[in-house]
Structure formats: C-alpha cells, structure tokens
C-alpha cells in the first residue's frame, strides 16, 4: 500500500481483499486524517510488516483480521503498542489493561522499539544483526531434512530467531 497523494480529508479506508502485504513508510504524511482503516483478509505476516501504521496519529479503529500475522504472540500489543489512541482493533474493543501491557512488554530505546519477553525485536542495534545473520546461517547448514528447513523457515517468517545450537533440536521435536 503505496502512492497515497496527500488526502486531508479522508478518515475511512476500506481495503479488504487485495494481497496487500506490505506499507509504505511515512504512510501518516499522505493520510494525516484517517480514523479507520480496514485491511482484512490480506497478506501482513510480520509485526515489522505494522510498523508504518505507527505513523497513522489520527487512527482509532484497525481491522487485521484474517491476515496472517493475527496469529502470532503479542500481535495485539504490539498493534496497541504502535498505536496508543486505538480504540478498536480487530472490532473489538481495546482496554485500558491492554494499554498498560503493552507499554510493559514493548519499551523505546530513542528511535528503535524493543519487545521485553519476545524473542521477536524489531529494529535490532547493529551488532546482533550481524550475531543472528550467522545463527540463521548456522542453522540453514545445520538443517538435514527438508522438514527441518520448512520449519526453519516458518519460524524466521513470524519473526523468531533460531538460538545457536537448538534451533534444529527444536525444529526437530515439533515433528
């Protein structure tokens, strides 16, 4: 979801049904007005593919429901993380509790956010990119079977990462 011109006025968006996986950052700028904003039934399989609806100030009602990353932990309080006035998230209401465990689980660190008790960080500091490109490296050499891979896989697309040595141990005893 891209190209938007500036529309000032617009404060409804209806999107449903149309593959869309990914948003454009500084998407706030061309819709500084939208109040809600309805993708379901589309694409979005990461909590980083969320991070440009941060940027949608005037939001107060999102709908993701049946994209896949609806499935994953801490979906709904990363959303509220990156959205503190919503007031609705998947039609259903968000509570004052839900705000408060989101600001809990999900910390600033000047610009990057950081989960607390995920294995998931968007916005990584440099130095453990370069530690968990070499842990996904490791594993892929490690896996033996397709099945391994296939779950290697999976897992690296809900934004988990593999820990060094236990990745293919563990990929093994879900089979």
Known sequence: ME???????LRTLFLHNNHISTLAPKLGESLPKLEALLLTNNKFETLAD???IGELSSLRLLS???NPVTKLKNYRHYV????PQLKVLDFVKVKASEKRQARAMFKKEGEKTKVAHSTFTPGEPANTKSASAEAIRS????AKTL????????SLRQGKLPEQGKAMDASASEL
């Not at 190209?3 to 006025?9: D, I, K």
């Not at 509220?80 to 959205?83: A, E, F, T």
């Not at 594993?139 to 490690?142: E, G, T």
């Not at 099945?147 to 999976?154: A, G, P, R, S, T």
């Open 50 to 52: 969320l991070n440009p």
């Open 64 to 66: 993701l429901v049946n």
């Open 3 to 9: 190209n938007f011109p500036l529309l000032r006025r």
């Open 147 to 154: 099945e391994e891979v296939q779950l290697l896989e999976q």
């Open 139 to 142: 594993a892929i050499q490690n």
């Open 80 to 83: 509220i993380h990156l959205l």
